[in-house]
């Protein structure tokens, strides 16, 4: 069973108000909330999660707990058999103390434009009925930002948002044992567990769209939804690191993790979705991009995995050498030596375009190549485990039962963005009156606040998240390196990491042995790698983004070729690396 929330998080020191279900009624309070709200009061807010600026949801929340930033609420429509009073002050406690003080260290503080100095969380059912019945995925919880626009129009502000609450606002399951709502069924436990991580996901979407709206003004969009959403799962990693007390950059396996029961506990319970998420694009990498223009969970993980590559690689310094590997640019040859014992080699096949559809077909050749002697080697198939050994494995040693739902965070990302244009202008003149002072980021920070980062990244996470462009000008901006080379070597990571000590610094994913974890976890790594030899050419197609991987051997002595070709106009975009890994 999932530890339950009131186990972990003991409150200490904590000016937070009891939460009491008294009957003390003072009339229902409109949104935008003000700062005076006592535990009691009665709120109303707009929950419709699938419209943005029509068509309002409203229902009545009652004030739970009030911490230091949290402002906690509870539908009074939720079914019954959910949180308690205790349970409500520790999400407060747990918001208070560690997801937005480790958010705002690594992107920066939210904005406020309700004035009221928290961001309004409401546990609604709201949340739950986004889920049809019988489905395999669930919503854990989301933010939208047309909850950071006026609501009225005037001749000064002649766009608003009329549904908005006008507020900083995260929407999150609540707990439904009994399945009231499309019957499914969600536990008290279950719901626990789930929400933390969400809570720290959501929290960095908040600052990313309220800084770019508010603060970094010359910016002309909300950041692309790939971007956004891979930062977004950075901050479940930090949470990881946070509550585990590890750090980036330890090469984690399954000894590490198993080490501690904290650690374990974290895994589990912060960064299991990321690992699930990374191997649903390994699966299947050529069809499947860390910049595809969709929200799948494949998408998310590639972009999560490419980011904490891009990190390492610049805070331990890293640089990147041509000679490092073999490297071929569009068609054409390239060879590989045998040396004096033999040799191993690992290829990937890269799709650099920028693009965001298509494919480009490839062939690939090889001569003088043999299949290795050896498979691929495979790694532990140790369990996760917190001792004693009848305690709970990570996942049953599978995938969990429920993922989230990418598909409506999509919608809604979707949404945002094509709202975002026509809004802007008008929300900046709204504030400039409302505020009555500029909001200028100041020591990297927002500007009222003076606490130093706290990231152990430095400022490249607050950097990505406060960038007035987007996409691949925001990752060139704050990285400053070739992004066709820096997929590649990311991409041929995803192979080499872990398998020998050969590969040069610029293929080693620094942070996590996915090789161990995945093969704990799945019982298999998951990258389809074709094994080449001569005589036996292998033909496919490669999204943007994406990429293919061959093995092969060269014998003593001899010198291998591998040959690409392409009859498509793209084929300028693939871009072949070969790396000896014995």
């Not at 000679?323 to 390239?334: F, K, M, T, Y």
């Not at 002697?373 to 599978?398: D, E, H, I, K």
Request: with cysteine; net charge negative.
């Amino acid at each position: 069973m999932p530890v339950r929330l009131s186990r972990l998080v003991p409150v200490v020191g904590l000016a937070l108000a009891a939460a009491c279900h008294s009957d003390k009624v003072v009339g229902v309070v409109d949104t935008p909330l003000p700062a005076g709200l006592s535990v009691g009061d009665l709120v109303r807010v707009n929950v419709n999660g699938n419209e943005d600026c029509t068509n309002g949801i409203y229902h009545v929340a009652r004030v739970e707990a009030i911490g230091a930033k949290a402002l906690i609420l509870a539908d009074t429509l939720n079914p019954a058999g959910g949180f308690t009073s205790a349970d409500y002050q520790r999400y407060a406690a747990k918001f208070d103390t560690l997801i937005y003080p480790l958010d705002a260290g690594a992107f920066g503080d939210p904005t406020d434009i309700d004035h009221n100095g928290r961001v309004g969380i409401i546990f609604t059912r709201a949340v739950n009925e986004l889920t049809p019945a019988g489905s395999s995925q669930y919503v854990g919880g989301f933010t939208f930002s047309r909850d950071l626009f006026p609501t009225t129009a005037t001749t000064r502000v002649p766009f608003a948002c009329q549904t908005s609450n006008q507020g900083e606002f995260f929407y999150a399951l609540a707990p439904d044992p009994t399945g009231v709502v499309n019957g499914n069924r969600r536990t008290v436990g279950f719901v626990d567990t789930a929400t933390v991580p969400v809570l720290a996901h959501e929290l960095q979407h908040l600052i990313n769209a309220s800084r770019k709206i508010y603060v970094n003004t010359d910016a002309k969009e909300l950041e692309v939804t790939w971007l956004d959403e891979g930062l977004a799962h950075i901050a479940e990693e930090l949470l990881f690191y946070r509550e585990s007390g590890a750090s980036p950059r330890g090469d984690l396996d399954v000894g590490a993790i198993q080490a501690r029961n904290r650690t374990v506990q974290a895994f589990n319970e912060d960064m299991s979705g990321n690992a699930s998420r990374y191997r649903s694009f390994l699966v299947s990498p050529s069809s499947r991009s860390p910049y595809a223009n969709n929200d799948e969970l494949s998408t998310r993980g590639a972009a999560w995995s490419w980011l904490r590559y891009l990190a390492d690689q610049r805070m331990s310094n890293t640089v990147r050498s041509a000679s490092a590997g073999i490297e071929l640019l569009g068609a054409g040859s390239v060879n590989a030596s045998g040396g004096t014992t033999g040799a191993v080699y690992y290829a990937a096949l890269v799709n650099t375009s920028q693009a965001t559809s298509g494919s480009t077909s490839y062939t690939i050749t090889p001569s003088n190549a043999v299949a290795p002697a050896l498979s691929v080697a495979s790694a532990s198939t140790a369990t996760f485990a917190q001792s004693p050994s009848s305690a709970p494995r990570l996942l049953g040693g599978a995938p969990p039962a429920l993922t989230r739902d990418g598909a409506f965070e999509m919608r809604l990302r979707t949404r945002e963005r094509a709202l975002a244009p026509t809004l802007l202008g008008s929300a900046r003149e709204w504030y400039r009156a409302e505020i009555g002072r500029p909001e200028i980021p100041q020591g990297g920070r927002y500007s009222l606040a003076a606490v130093p980062i706290s990231s152990p990244d430095g400022d490249i996470w607050f950097r990505l998240a406060n960038g007035t462009v987007v996409g691949f000008a925001n990752l060139q901006a704050v990285f400053g390196v070739d992004l066709s080379a820096a997929l590649t070597d990311w991409s041929a990571s995803n192979a080499v990491d872990d398998v020998s000590s050969l590969p040069a610094p610029q293929f080693i994913q620094q942070s996590w042995n996915w090789h161990n974890i995945l093969q704990t976890l799945y019982g298999s790594y998951g990258l389809p790698i074709q094994t080449m030899s001569t005589g036996t050419p292998l033909s496919g197609s490669i999204v943007p983004g994406g990429s293919s991987y061959f093995y092969f051997a060269v014998p003593a002595g001899a010198t291998g070729t591998v040959t690409v070709s392409s009859a498509d106009t793209t084929a300028s975009s693939l871009r072949l690396m070969v790396v000896r890994t014995q």
